[in-house]
């Protein structure tokens, strides 16, 4: 029994110190964040000395026009939640019909939603980019450098994964509730969106967490549809941005690489417990 | 940067919004009231037709007939196939049009923004299409014979491959191990968890400038082996791409096997132990065999990132030194 204590504590030591090695990059942004240029060039690893040189590099980084930080917050938000909200409630949609539809159409659509998961976004994007130019010509309604743009294309990107993880949900959803709830009345979409729905909501949270993260970090497609340096950009681009204008300005790089990772780690520890359920039971199932 | 105005944002705000959500409700919602209206008059119709059964009033209400038909019989057939299976209000009619409906959306964007461009991207590579050239010609697997007749691509094609290899064994390696760990009853379990997972959350771009400044600033102070920095030599720089894929996605990969490990039954592992087995021979025969197919699910995830990284290596080497990390472009 003594022996089994002594090697839990060994482990336990050991895995604190594997932690603070995984923290060591999480360390070096906060502290060099708190220094001076100068003070970064001349000892990277120290402590930094005066706190305040982070609320200055901050305040400095909001006074950048180049990176406007509040204004691409907005639109990296606006643009996560809405294209989250719609890829979860129309694949969803898609998913359920695809299921509850036995015809050779629908098998059919299935194959091409799967063979989408293997497509490599960089095979698609310079044709992405020559039809969004041909769809502005056509309807007049510009898709590139705007925001409807990136959400369209996110949902399209997006559809493959998400119909394959609610098909599979959806599969084992008796039949018979939708029955009963037809003879009680339900049209069809009541039927989806008053019974089917609230039941798919633990893979709509898997969903989520992998498509949120996903969105939230991208880069290539922002980049692709958005440009560089436009009025609509996103905190990826926003940052990609600031480290080419300033090159090799550390202080204010890494606050700015702060600011942005700040909304994501804040969020993971408030819903901690949902994002790592979520997570693994989407990859298991 | 040119500042447009604030009615201009809030205008492209407003339509996305209205694309995305409020369109096809809208649509949803004409729909179904149409459905109903037909339901509605056909009902009405019905009515009518059994109040007044006399003939002559009958023949006066006859449409027009573009297609002649054979007889009456076959008119009912033809001419309502298409509002039984489409318009009509009975079941099997209204299946297929929630079909269409639930599919469109996102079968629709599918198609428009990765089908069709990947369709036009397989085309557009056996033509000698530039930027600039408005009509390209068809000039055969040309553009293939010269892609690997290069010597940039074939290197970093082959770099990909080498990178991709060692990538998938550090991460599970890692990843595995770190699992291990943690499923042992430890005192602070749950941080731990997390502390590992929180790499994950950083972005490719973001995590690509973070590690940039370790490896060129906080471990070259140093000296030793970090100086020069590792990313600015070939093949450090790939040992140096690896450490940062690793350590972002070895949390991911570790909650999997979490699950797995997780689900493996003690009363397996204690009979093991009675018997004699130590510690290596119980996880060789007992937990390895049993969490098998989590270890596809994990060889599946990392391929796939290793060879779609992009993000990172531009940001930490911007595709340098000399081409030799993984970027095609």
Same mark, same amino acid.
């Given at each position: 029994?003594?022996?089994?204590?002594?090697?839990?504590?060994?482990?336990?030591?050991?895995?604190?110190?594997?932690?603070?090695?995984?923290?060591?990059?999480?360390?070096?942004?906060?502290?060099?964040?708190?220094?001076?240029?100068?003070?970064?060039?001349?000892?990277?690893?120290?402590?930094?000395?005066?706190?305040?040189?982070?609320?200055?590099?901050?305040?400095?980084?909001?006074?950048?026009?180049?990176?406007?930080?509040?204004?691409?917050?907005?639109?990296?938000?606006?643009?996560?939640?809405?294209?989250?909200?719609?890829?979860?409630?129309?694949?969803?949609?898609?998913?359920?019909?695809?299921?509850?539809?036995?015809?050779?159409?629908?098998?059919?659509?299935?194959?091409?939603?799967?063979?989408?998961?293997?497509?490599?976004?960089?095979?698609?994007?310079?044709?992405?980019?020559?039809?969004?130019?041909?769809?502005?010509?056509?309807?007049?309604?510009?898709?590139?450098?705007?925001?409807?743009?990136?959400?369209?294309?996110?949902?399209?990107?997006?559809?493959?994964?998400?119909?394959?993880?609610?098909?599979?949900?959806?599969?084992?959803?008796?039949?018979?509730?939708?029955?009963?709830?037809?003879?009680?009345?339900?049209?069809?979409?009541?039927?989806?969106?008053?019974?089917?729905?609230?039941?798919?909501?633990?893979?709509?949270?898997?969903?989520?967490?992998?498509?949120?993260?996903?969105?939230?970090?991208?880069?290539?497609?922002?980049?692709?549809?958005?440009?560089?340096?436009?009025?609509?950009?996103?905190?990826?681009?926003?940052?990609?941005?600031?480290?080419?204008?300033?090159?090799?300005?550390?202080?204010?790089?890494?606050?700015?690489?702060?600011?942005?990772?700040?909304?994501?780690?804040?969020?993971?520890?408030?819903?901690?417990?949902?994002?790592?359920?979520?997570?693994?039971?989407?990859?298991?199932? | 940067? @040119?500042?447009?105005?604030?009615?201009?944002?809030?205008?492209?705000?407003?339509?996305?919004?209205?694309?995305?959500?409020?369109?096809?409700?809208?649509?949803?919602?004409?729909?179904?009231?149409?459905?109903?209206?037909?339901?509605?008059?056909? #009902?009405?119709?019905?009515?009518?037709?059994?109040?007044?059964?006399?003939?002559?009033?009958?023949?006066?209400?006859?449409?027009? $007939?573009?297609?002649?038909? @054979?007889?009456?019989?076959?008119?009912?057939?033809?001419?309502?196939?298409?509002?039984?299976?489409?318009?009509?209000?009975?079941?099997?009619?209204?299946?297929?049009?929630?079909?269409?409906?639930?599919?469109?959306?996102?079968?629709?964007?599918?198609?428009?923004?990765?089908?069709?461009?990947? #369709?036009?991207?397989?085309?557009?590579?056996?033509?000698?299409?530039?930027?600039?050239?408005?009509?390209?010609?068809?000039?055969?697997?040309?553009?293939?014979?010269?892609?690997?007749?290069?010597? @940039?691509?074939?290197?970093?094609?082959?770099?990909?491959?080498?990178?991709?290899?060692?990538?998938?064994?550090?991460?599970?390696?890692?990843?595995?191990?770190?699992?291990?760990?943690?499923?042992?009853?430890?005192?602070?379990?749950?941080?731990?968890?997390?502390?590992?997972?929180?790499?994950?959350?950083?972005?490719?771009?973001?995590?690509?400038?973070?590690?940039?400044?370790?490896?060129?600033?906080?471990?070259?102070?140093?000296?030793?082996?970090?100086?020069?920095?590792?990313?600015?030599?070939?093949?450090?720089?790939?040992?140096?791409?690896?450490?940062?894929?690793?350590?972002?996605?070895?949390?991911? #990969?570790?909650?999997?096997? #979490?699950?797995?490990?997780?689900?493996?039954?003690?009363?397996?592992?204690?009979?093991?132990?009675?018997?004699?087995?130590?510690?290596?021979?119980?996880?060789?025969?007992?937990?390895?065999?049993?969490?098998?197919?989590?270890?596809?699910?994990?060889?599946?995830?990392?391929?796939?990132?290793?060879? @779609? $990284?992009?993000?990172?290596?531009?940001?930490?080497?911007?595709?340098?030194?000399?081409?030799?990390?993984?970027?095609?472009?």
């Amino acid at each position: 029994m003594k022996k089994q204590n002594i090697k839990l504590i060994i482990g336990e030591v050991f895995t604190f110190i594997l932690m603070i090695v995984f923290f060591f990059p999480f360390m070096m942004i906060i502290f060099n964040a708190a220094k001076d240029d100068t003070e970064i060039i001349r000892n990277p690893l120290s402590l930094p000395t005066n706190l305040l040189n982070m609320y200055h590099n901050a305040i400095e980084i909001l006074g950048r026009d180049n990176i406007d930080y509040f204004q691409s917050f907005g639109y990296s938000t606006i643009i996560t939640v809405v294209s989250l909200i719609a890829i979860g409630t129309f694949s969803a949609m898609a998913a359920w019909v695809l299921v509850r539809t036995k015809t050779k159409y629908s098998v059919f659509i299935f194959m091409l939603f799967l063979s989408g998961m293997v497509i490599p976004f960089q095979v698609v994007m310079l044709p992405l980019v020559r039809l969004l130019q041909t769809m502005k010509d056509v309807t007049g309604i510009p898709f590139k450098g705007t925001v409807h743009g990136v959400i369209l294309a996110y949902i399209g990107f997006g559809a493959p994964l998400s119909v394959f993880m609610f098909y599979g949900f959806i599969k084992s959803i008796p039949m018979d509730i939708e029955e009963a709830a037809i003879i009680d009345g339900c049209s069809k979409s009541q039927v989806f969106f008053k019974i089917i729905l609230p039941i798919l909501k633990p893979i709509f949270v898997t969903m989520l967490v992998l498509n949120g993260m996903w969105i939230w970090n991208d880069y290539l497609l922002p980049l692709l549809i958005l440009g560089k340096g436009t009025d609509v950009q996103t905190l990826p681009l926003s940052v990609a941005n600031l480290v080419g204008f300033y090159d090799k300005e550390w202080s204010l790089i890494l606050t700015s690489v702060l600011m942005a990772a700040i909304p994501v780690i804040v969020l993971f520890l408030f819903a901690q417990k949902h994002i790592i359920k979520g997570m693994t039971s989407g990859a298991i199932k | 940067m @040119k500042k447009i105005d604030f009615k201009t944002k809030l205008a492209h705000i407003l339509l996305s919004i209205y694309a995305i959500i409020v369109l096809p409700f809208i649509l949803l919602s004409k729909v179904i009231d149409w459905g109903i209206n037909i339901f509605v008059s056909a #009902i009405n119709k019905d009515r009518s037709d059994k109040n007044d059964g006399s003939t002559e009033t009958k023949k006066e209400i006859e449409p027009v $007939q573009i297609i002649k038909f @054979k007889d009456d019989k076959e008119r009912s057939t033809a001419g309502k196939y298409l509002y039984d299976v489409w318009f009509g209000p009975s079941y099997t009619a209204q299946n297929n049009r929630v079909f269409v409906y639930f599919l469109l959306p996102s079968f629709g964007s599918f198609i428009l923004f990765v089908f069709i461009p990947f #369709i036009n991207g397989l085309w557009l590579s056996l033509t000698d299409w530039t930027i600039i050239k408005t009509d390209p010609s068809f000039i055969g697997l040309e553009n293939y014979k010269t892609i690997f007749s290069d010597y @940039k691509f074939v290197y970093s094609f082959t770099r990909t491959v080498m990178y991709s290899v060692l990538n998938i064994l550090a991460i599970n390696l890692v990843a595995f191990g770190l699992a291990l760990l943690v499923v042992q009853k430890f005192k602070l379990k749950n941080l731990y968890r997390a502390a590992f997972f929180m790499p994950n959350l950083i972005g490719g771009l973001v995590l690509g400038y973070i590690w940039q400044f370790i490896f060129n600033k906080a471990l070259e102070s140093l000296g030793g082996i970090f100086s020069p920095s590792l990313i600015t030599n070939g093949n450090t720089a790939l040992l140096g791409l690896i450490i940062v894929i690793s350590w972002q996605y070895a949390g991911y #990969i570790m909650m999997i096997y #979490i699950a797995a490990l997780q689900n493996v039954p003690q009363d397996l592992v204690e009979a093991s132990k009675i018997d004699g087995a130590n510690a290596w021979q119980r996880l060789k025969t007992i937990t390895l065999p049993l969490i098998a197919q989590s270890f596809t699910i994990a060889m599946f995830l990392t391929l796939t990132t290793s060879f @779609k $990284q992009f993000d990172t290596v531009v940001s930490l080497t911007q595709g340098g030194p000399a081409t030799k990390l993984p970027l095609w472009l």
